[in-house]
Nanobody, 119 residues
Framework: QVQLVESGGGFVQAGGSLRLSCAAS????????MGWYRQAPGKQRELIAT???????NYADSAEGRFTISRDNAKNTVYLQMNSLKPEDTAVYYC?????????????WGQGTSVTVSS
């Protein structure tokens, strides 16, 4: 069974930084695009950033210039470095990946990690 496990969330003051990690485990053949999403209270889940297996990145406007997505293919892990955090970044952050395993490729979600930014 393939799963994603996030870590690194927590409480931080505005202007601070956090680094989120997401590790994939299980019977993995390959991982295509990996990404980070977030969902704030009362809002829909939104895309923050994605990264392909070759390292091509894409950012939402809200993350551009402050957040950096990266991945370690050897560790099946994706990271999100978040700098200059704002109270509006408060949300549950979810990792997402398209993983090829036994039975084919499918989209997998992590359980989420909470980030709270105080003003």
């Amino acid at each position: 069974q393939v799963q994603l496990v996030e870590s690194g969330g927590g409480f931080v003051q505005a202007g601070g930084s956090l680094r989120l990690s997401c590790a994939a485990s299980g019977n993995i053949f390959s991982i295509n695009t990996m990404g980070w999403y977030r969902q704030a209270p009362g809002k829909q889940r939104e895309l923050i950033a994605t990264i392909t297996s070759r390292g091509v990145t894409n950012y939402a406007d809200s993350a551009e210039g402050r957040f950096t997505i990266s991945r370690d293919n050897a560790k099946n892990t994706v990271y999100l470095q978040m700098n200059s955090l704002k109270p509006e970044d408060t949300a549950v952050y979810y990792c997402n990946a398209v993983i090829r395993s036994v039975g084919g490729s499918r989209e997998v979600w992590g359980q989420g990690t909470s980030v709270t930014v105080s003003s």
